[in-house]
């Protein structure tokens, strides 16, 4: 891959990252080089833009001639080093680095966990491989993949950069604990663990279609504190509230015309939280929210995605699940029926955070923290609605500082 190069400086901030990503100019590069690689004519569009605040812009790029097509990833973030199959080009305001999809530089698993012939060799069991596709792909992070078999077996590929093993020791400690965690086909590989489909189905599925509340929120207190005293001994991973400024860069990067309020909310947020007790440090999930809890007949069946699953605070989980679901009726109008829930769950926590001495006001405002994280996110240059999106995650924001106090 030989993309032409432009000299120019080295040094750029992020929303001249998140322009350039979205720009004809950075398509007409790409376009150039998946043309050297014998796919002339091309058209490139961005597939996925992802905003890491203090790190930089990464995207996925498809681009497609009408009779193949290709995948590219590529980042603005600074790499120590560029591995080999790797470009490196300067764009005139700051260096990028391409890749040919999946060979993702910080993932050296990504390959394997995305070839079927592999896939079906590596975890079939002698199973034949049906289905093998992507449900989420962070440029440099992580990515998983969902692999469905001709007998209905279903098994979920979770590709990481770093700690695969550390994450699955955590899965064993939980389910160790009688939490029911997703539970390991075997040790990782290559930085892959396999793991088998959790039973029941998604709480964001029960929030959607169930007649009533799906899932009562002692259930979710429960779950919480049923957490392994293990957890403790692993690294502590930041809260949202703890990389507040992080997302409210984020957010004034992504969505500039908001800048100054989002810097009003920052500083509202920043007192609040300065302010409210978190209590007491105990084992906790760390990105606990209505996707990642599966459940059947009112009973929690299933806890996923516990790569940060450590040292925490109970009123930080609860933020985050009320934080996601606050969001949601934007989303889909089918969740019209949560905002009536998000009231039952929140006076709920509210009551059980005080039985423990942590005011209220905390857990809005960290709950307001991560709907703020979520503002960047928002930004999707194929959707032409994305400003609209932004801006109701911000009127969000403002309702839960305006609970907070």
Not at 20 to 44: W, Y
Not at 126 to 138: E, F, K, P
Not at 165 to 190: C, M, N, R, W, Y
Request: charged content about 20%.
């Amino acid at each position: 891959m030989n993309p032409p190069a432009v000299q120019g400086p080295r040094h750029w901030d992020e929303r001249e990252q998140l322009e350039f990503f979205g720009s004809i100019e950075f398509a007409g590069i790409l376009a150039e080089a998946v043309a050297s690689m014998g796919l002339a004519n091309a058209k490139v569009s961005v597939a996925e833009l992802h905003h890491r605040p203090g790190a930089g812009v990464s995207g996925v790029f498809a681009a497609n001639n009408g009779s193949s097509n290709l995948y590219l990833g590529a980042t603005a973030e600074k790499l120590d080093i560029v591995p080999e199959g790797t470009v490196r080009l300067d764009s005139g305001r700051g260096t990028v680095v391409v890749w040919l999809h999946p060979a993702d530089p910080l993932l050296p698993g990504l390959p394997l966990a995305t070839t079927p012939a592999l896939v079906e060799e590596n975890w079939g069991g002698g199973r034949v491989l049906q289905d093998l596709r992507t449900l989420a792909y962070r440029p440099l992070r992580r990515a998983v993949m969902h692999a469905r078999f001709t007998d209905g077996h279903q098994l979920f590929l979770k590709v990481l950069r770093q700690d695969s093993q550390l994450f699955h020791d955590k899965h064993l400690a939980l389910l160790e604990a009688g939490v029911p965690a997703p539970i390991p086909l075997g040790p990782p590989t290559s930085g892959v663990l396999a793991l088998h489909r959790a039973t029941g189905e998604a709480l964001a599925e029960g929030l959607m279609h169930a007649p009533g509340l799906p899932l009562e929120p002692q259930k979710i207190i429960e779950l919480l504190d049923s957490l392994p005293q293990s957890l403790m001994n692993v690294p502590a991973r930041p809260a949202w509230s703890d990389r507040l400024g992080w997302y409210g860069h984020a957010a004034q990067t992504a969505v500039p015309d908001q800048t100054v309020n989002i810097g009003s909310m920052l500083q509202r947020l920043a007192g609040i939280l300065e302010d409210s007790e978190r209590g007491q440090l105990v084992p906790s999930h760390g990105d606990f929210y209505e996707a990642n809890v599966f459940f059947m007949d009112g009973n929690i069946t299933g806890l996923l995605d516990i790569d940060s699953a450590g040292p925490g605070y109970l009123v930080d989980d609860l933020a985050c699940f009320l934080g996601h679901l606050a969001v949601l009726p934007g989303l889909d109008p089918r969740y019209g029926r949560v905002n009536g829930y998000l009231e039952i769950y929140a006076k709920a926590f509210e009551r059980e955070l005080a039985n423990r001495d942590v005011p209220g006001r905390g857990l809005y405002a960290r709950a307001a923290c991560v709907v703020l994280s979520l503002v960047a996110g928002a930004r999707d240059e194929t959707n032409p609605g994305w400003h609209a999106v932004a801006l109701a995650r911000l009127a969000v924001v403002e309702q839960l500082l305006t609970r907070a106090g």
